[in-house]
Antibody, heavy 117, light 114 residues
């Protein structure tokens, strides 16, 4: 059974940094790309980043490029999102999701990031 | 890429059918068969309901169907049930245009089962 669990969310001051993690189980992790997506409170979904199976390629939404870095450790079935220079607009629930072709077939339950002073 | 356009809300009675539209452009919905639909109940993670415009993943009831015409994709739910009440989001990828990948979502549609 595919399982994705996010962690690392919390409250951070504007300009600060936070590192989110996503632990995967129930599937062959290194065979799948993994995405980060987010959802601001009461708002819709936004794609954030994608990392390929072997970590060789990464892609970012314009809103986070240059501030966020996605990485993965296939030996530990984990993926991370390093978030720097955070602003109030980054406040959201962050989800990791498995990539299958051009859609997201399994999602974690999400972790809340609040950027506030 | 701009967000895809969905109606903010739709409603229907149990047993009826409803259709949710998703309007994009030739750079996303109209240009690729990479439209997917997600169901999200309050406080829960989104769930994939339709991929590649009209494919239903295993376990999704056949009451859910997807289609596309030009720059508009649609999700139709027939035989409405109470548990279908949720938010629905469409999503489109523009594939690997210009060597990059990106995905864009609609603003979401709240389905109310009367």
């Amino acid at each position: 059974q595919v399982h994705l669990v996010e962690s690392g969310g919390g409250v951070v001051q504007p300009g600060g940094s936070l590192r989110l993690s996503c632990a995967a189980s129930g599937f062959t992790f290194h065979n799948y790309g993994i995405h980060w997506l987010r959802q601001a409170p009461g708002k819709g979904l936004e794609w954030v980043a994608l990392i390929w199976t072997d970590g060789s390629k990464t892609y970012y939404a314009d809103s986070v490029r240059g501030r966020f870095t996605i990485s993965r450790d296939n030996s530990r079935n984990t993926m991370s999102l390093q978030m720097n220079s955070l602003g109030p607009e980054d406040t959201a629930v962050y989800f990791c999701a498995r990539s299958t072709r051009y859609h997201f077939d399994y999602w974690g339950q999400g972790t809340l990031v609040t950027v506030s002073s | 890429q701009s967000a895809l356009t969905q109606p903010r809300s739709v409603s229907g009675s149990p047993g009826q059918s409803v259709t949710i539209s998703c309007i994009g452009t030739s750079s996303d919905v109209g240009g690729y068969n990479y439209v997917s639909w997600y169901q999200q109940h309050p406080g829960k993670a989104p769930k994939l309901m339709i991929c590649d415009v009209s494919e239903r993943p295993s376990g999704v009831p056949d009451r859910f169907s997807g289609s596309k015409s030009g720059n508009t994709a649609s999700l139709t739910i027939s035989g409405l049930q109470a548990e279908d009440e949720a938010d629905y989001y469409c999503c489109s990828s523009a594939g690997s245009s210009a060597g990059s990948y990106t995905w864009v979502f609609g603003g979401g549609t709240k389905l109310t089962v009367l």
